[in-house]
C-alpha cells in the first residue's frame, strides 16, 4: 500500500489526484488489475466524476451545501458535521480497473480527493493488486 | 476486462443489468471470487438495489430530482449538472461477490445501471476476479 | 465468504460492526489483502464513518431523515421508500485495506451497518482477499 499525501488549500473542494494515482500504479509495474483508493479521513471523500470543466466541482460543493449548511443544527458539536454527512453519502473509497499498465477512466473521469473541512493536510491509500 | 453496451431510453431510469452481468460471469467459467462493475461516465451511475417493485427505481428518480432540480442555478452549463450530483452520491462502481458461478446478491437486489441524462447508449464495464 | 448476523434495534441506527469484521480478518489468518463487507439488503447500508462521537450517526441519521421524510409522498407502498432512498445514497458495499492482519482504518473510522428500517436481524457478508 502506497500513502499519498495531498494538501488541500480550501474548507471544501475537489482535488484532482489522478495523476499521484497514475504514478502509483507505474510504480507498481503492473500491466493488468485493480487499484484500490482509499480515504482514511470521515471528512473527505473519493470520487470519480468529470475532470474536465471546474465548474462541476464547484456546483458539488454548492449543492451539496445547500443540502446540509455548516451552520444547521447539529448535535456533533465540532462545527463539521456537515463534512461528515457529505463524506458519508459520496464515499471515501474508489475502485478503479488497470489495462495495460494505466487506470482505465471514461473519456471525461478523473480520480478526485473531495475535501469538505479543508485546508487540511490528507492522506490517500493507494493499493494496486493484479490479475 | 468485458465492456457491455446498454441504450437506455429515458432521461432517468433505472435499467436492471444484472443478467448481463451475470453473463459475463458465466463466460469467466469463474467458481468463487469478485466483480467489479464499473461505469465509465460521469452522469449515470451503478446501484445493487430492490429490483422486485419497479416504482422503487421511479421513486428513486423522483426524489433525487427533488434534490436536486435540472433547472436550478449552476455554473456548469451543460443542462446536465443535476445529473453529475446524483452520478457522484449513487457512485460509480459497484462489487458483487460470486460464488459457485453465480453473482451473490441478497433476496431483493439487483444490479441497476442508474441513467440521470439519457437515452444515450451506456458502456458499463465488468471485470471479474478468482479467489 | 462469512455471513454476519447483526440484530439491530431501532428503526435507524448506526451499528458498529468493526470489531466483528476484524474478527473475520483474524480467522482468515491473512496478514496482507483486501476485505470486502457487502450488504445484502436493499434498506441498509455499509458505511466507513466516524467511531468515536455517537452524536455523528445520530446527526446522520436525523439529517437524512430531513431530506427523504418516512410520509413523503411516493409510489412505492411498503412504508420504507425512504429507507431506500438513504441506502442507494449511502451504499451496500465498502472496501478496506488490510496491513498485518489488522483492517487499515484511519485514526477516527470505523465500519458501520447503517439501519435505515429496523429493528430486524442483519446478514453482512465479508470475504477477505490476499494480495
Redesign the interface.
Known sequence: ?MKLTVKTQKREELCDITSEVQKVVDGSGMSDG?C?V?????TAAV????GD?S??G???M???RR??PRD?Q?????GN?DA??K???????????I?KGKL??????SVFLCEFDGPRTR?V?V?V???
Do not use: S
Not at 47 to 50: D, F, I, L, S
Open positions: 500500500m485493480i484500490y482509499y480515504i482514511p479521513h470521515t470520487a470519480v466524476q468529470e470543466d465548474a462541476v464547484r456546483d458539488i454548492a449543492h451539496l443540502l446540509f444547521a447539529y448535535e456533533h458539536n465540532d458535521m461528515h454527512l463524506a458519508i453519502l459520496v464515499g471515501n473509497a474508489a475502485t478503479v480497473l489495462d482505465c477512466l471514461g473519456t471525461w473521469q492522506e491509500w493499493k493488486r493484479a490479475g
